[in-house]
């Protein structure tokens, strides 16, 4: 057996994304759920989220958001060998994004395959993109993150209504002479699997929001301290922090904790809700394309979510 050659190392090349076109405005909201415009803003941070029309699919979000990173990597359809898509709000169970994802953009026989690792899922992908190039499995990869949580959200549980959202965002990893991905810490706490469940086909997503909260507010720092000390990196050498955007108390607290004084923190829930998936490509390509952040800067990716799941690395900014 002969072992092939991967590359020194990979990196993003570059980020894309999309957000449907229908702006929903907590005040909306709140004329058909019982809710408010004050509670939303103080308890998660969302002033308003974009939701999907009905016959917008995740896989039409998904092929928006990779088309945008091909086109900004500079690289054609032929280049690519492996398509990554992360959701978990796939409206059939068969056959995955990926592969359609792929032939939409023209993509031929590409290796694809679907990660679902709920809000965590974009880092679990990008992690399995740069091993995919190091380890010489493939040499450019697209990486979507993609959700249309609207399908299955309970529109009178304004426990979930109120926070889920619709988008998506993408990234192109490629080989480089230096690592531009850092190493991945990820990890999971199964014993808590019910905390964030859909449990069947005719159900709903149903959420215990404070169990999650008090997981995510104590238990993750160590995880992020982690993938920055994996890269040999100093949270005051970042200049961005992207964790996951499921409340702005959470990234605050995690930020806190972190204490990366100089980096600018991703607050992308504000405008976007929470995408799950989907949320930290979409507000790091955000942040690019609003000029908040400079390319070669370090940026650390932190996702957690359903599962219970979690995973971030450090990466350099496109
Ligand atoms: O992305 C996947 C990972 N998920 C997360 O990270 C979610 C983590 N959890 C959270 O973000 C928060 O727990 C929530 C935003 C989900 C909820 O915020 P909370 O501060 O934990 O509220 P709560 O569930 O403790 O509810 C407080 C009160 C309750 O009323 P009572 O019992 O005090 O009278 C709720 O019924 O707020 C009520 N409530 C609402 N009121 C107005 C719950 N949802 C709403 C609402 N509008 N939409």
Redo the contacts with the bound molecule.
């Keep these: 057996m002969r072992i092939t050659q991967g590359a020194p190392g990979a990196r993003v090349l570059a980020f894309g994304h999309y957000q449907p076109a229908n702006v929903v405005t907590n005040d909306e909201l709140a004329k058909t759920?019982?809710?408010?415009d004050e509670?939303?803003r103080s308890?998660?941070g969302i002033v308003e989220r974009r939701l999907a029309s009905a016959g917008e699919t995740e896989i039409d979000l998904a092929v928006q958001a990779g088309g945008k990173a091909m086109a900004t990597s500079g690289l054609s359809a032929d280049d690519f060998d492996l398509v990554i898509v992360a959701t978990c709000t796939m409206e059939t169970q068969i056959p995955n994004a990926a592969a359609q994802v792929a032939d939409r953009l023209g993509i031929q026989a590409p290796g694809a395959f679907d990660v679902n690792a709920?809000?965590a899922g974009f880092c679990y992908a990008l992690a399995a993109a740069n091993d995919a190039v190091r380890a010489g499995s493939a040499t450019n990869v697209l990486v979507v993150g993609t959700e249309k949580f609207s399908n299955w959200l309970d529109w009178t549980d304004?426990?979930t209504?109120?926070?889920?959202a619709d988008g998506a965002g993408a990234a192109v990893v490629g080989a480089s002479d230096t690592p531009g991905i850092g190493p991945v810490a990820w990890g999971s706490a199964g014993d808590k699997s019910d905390a964030?469940i859909i449990r069947g086909r005719d159900s709903f997503l149903q959420?215990e929001?404070?169990t999650?909260?008090r997981w995510?507010t104590t238990a993750l720092y160590p995880a992020a301290l982690a993938a920055c000390e994996r890269a040999g990196v100093d949270p005051s050498e970042l200049s961005a922090f992207v964790p996951?955007q499921?409340?702005l108390?959470?990234i605050e607290a995690i930020a806190r904790k972190l204490g990366a004084e100089k980096a600018v923190v991703a607050r992308d829930i504000v405008h976007a809700g929470?995408t799950?998936a989907a949320s930290i490509p979409l507000a790091l390509s955000r942040m690019i394309e609003r000029g908040e952040v400079e390319s070669g800067g370090l940026a650390l990716l932190f996702g957690?979510?359903?599962g219970l799941t979690y995973a971030g690395q450090v990466i350099e900014i496109p």
């Design positions: 759920i019982d809710t408010s509670w939303i308890r998660v709920a809000c304004r426990s209504a109120v926070i889920f964030i959420q929001g404070q999650v909260f995510a996951h499921a409340n108390r959470i929470n799950s957690f979510g359903a």
